[in-house]
């Protein structure tokens, strides 16, 4: 009776010791399973990781630094800190105190003998025109020793030194950051008083342009998809063989550089031109039409070299779509029209979509053919982004005007992105 007695006793334990060794196994194994989770996420890194820090060097960095020079404005601070600090806590209308009159003679001489005072100017001159000429005149104009009080010096010399605005664009550039830029690139400006105000009409140009920029671009996406989605129809119709030999006289412009092919276009458009000297030929015109240095040629040269960006989104949507939900909607009294437009277009919607936002966007930010074959009414904002790096030398303007273009692109993105949501939720 003792030995079962004893046996029952130590059954229990037996049990709750196999039970700790199972757990035991089981917690291994999730240890396990997550060092090797562990270990493949950081596979997943490592082969990530290089193409990671390429787009960081090469594209984000450089974007960013572009664009912060739109709100950057460093340049004063460090060469009139006297006036900067004088004109901090005076408010216009009032003229400022004799005291930063006094400071603004003293940064004058120091930033002179430091040869920065073109620098100076230069900024000072972007907010209000006149003003280098307005330094470099006080410049060599200061006695060496005041016979007089600062503000008395000083607007004898020039009258503009009693001028509130010159002393409230003083201000402004006081940084580290600014507004000017952004509001320049939508023809908006400060006054004295700090209130943003339009530029007058013979100032206020980017609007102008950035409508123009928006109207070119969404004329040239008509175009291609009017010319487009009839042939990625035609696509889907022809056999493989002969769809292939369609798409490579569509893919033709991807191997030919953008530059060669509007320079084509220049030598067939101008008045000498291919196509002038052939309609002479024929006898449909008598003397050579302008066909350069306008909208038309701009239409014409970007439908052609965006067009592969239409028909391929086109195409690699319509080829999936079967017809027999089209001859289902004949058999129920549709007429070809209604089956097109009820049953076929919306399912090619995502692709009219993809392809009508890779032309728009690409014709914003369009520069060579504009710039060759278009007028000066045919300009966009691409050619004033180059104007300002290449010519002016003024990086934040070009900046805010990039900045501009950055936020319609990401935009559209997201405008893309809630329709194409909407739809695949069901809605119309």
């Known amino acids: 009776m003792s030995a079962i007695r004893q046996t029952e006793t130590d059954a229990p334990v037996a049990l709750k010791s196999g039970d700790r060794s199972r757990l035991e196994i089981v917690r291994e194994r999730k240890a396990l399973l997550r060092r090797t989770q562990r270990t493949q996420e950081l596979i997943s890194i490592g082969l990530v990781a290089p193409l990671f820090i390429f787009l960081l060097l090469t594209f984000v960095i450089p974007i960013s630094t572009m664009l912060w020079q739109s709100v950057s404005d460093p340049v004063l601070g460090p060469l009139f800190p006297r006036t900067i600090a004088a004109l901090r806590d005076w408010r216009p209308p009032a003229l400022p105190p004799e005291t930063a009159y006094h400071a603004l003679i003293d940064d004058i001489r120091t930033s002179d003998a430091n040869s920065t005072l073109a620098k100076a100017a230069t900024r000072l001159n972007y907010d209000w025109t006149g003003f280098r000429s307005l330094l470099f005149k006080t410049s ?87 010319l487009g989605f009839p042939l990625a129809l035609l696509l889907t119709k022809l056999s493989p063989g002969q769809a292939n030999i369609v798409l490579f006289f569509v893919l033709l412009p991807f191997w030919t550089s953008i530059l060669v092919r509007t320079f084509a276009w220049f030598v067939m458009l101008q008045r000498e031109g291919i196509l002038n000297e052939l309609l002479m030929f024929i006898g449909a015109i008598r003397e050579p039409m302008r066909l350069m240095f306008n909208r038309t040629a701009v239409f014409v040269a970007l439908v052609q070299v965006f067009l592969p960006f239409m028909v391929l989104p086109l195409y690699s949507v319509m080829k999936n779509i079967s017809p027999v939900h089209q001859l289902a909607a004949a058999s129920l009294g549709a007429t070809p029209f209604t089956a097109f437009r009820r049953i076929y277009l919306p399912q090619a919607m995502p692709g009219v ?76």
């Not at 503000?151 to 550039?173: N, Q």
């Open 140 to 226: 060599s104009a200061l006695p060496e020793k005041l016979t007089q009080p600062a503000h008395g010096t000083l607007t004898a010399i020039d009258k503009r030194w009693d001028d509130v605005d010159v002393w409230a664009a003083i201000k402004r550039a006081s940084g580290p950051l600014t507004d000017l830029n952004l509001l320049a690139a939508v023809d908006l400006s400060r006054n004295a008083a700090g209130s943003i105000v339009r530029k007058p009409a013979n100032e206020a140009v980017f609007v102008t342009i950035l409508v123009r920029t928006f109207v070119i671009a969404a004329g040239v996406t008509v175009l291609a998809f009017l």
């Open 353 to 428: 979509r993809a392809g009508c936002l890779l032309v728009f966007i690409q014709a914003l930010g369009v520069y060579i053919t504009p710039a060759i074959l278009g007028g000066a009414d045919d300009q966009g904002v691409a050619y004033m982004i180059a104007f300002y790096v290449n010519k002016t030398i003024q990086w934040g303007m070009a900046a805010a005007l990039s900045l501009i273009l950055l936020t319609a692109t990401l935009l559209l993105g997201a405008l893309y992105m809630r329709l194409a949501g909407r739809q695949q939720l069901g809605f119309r």
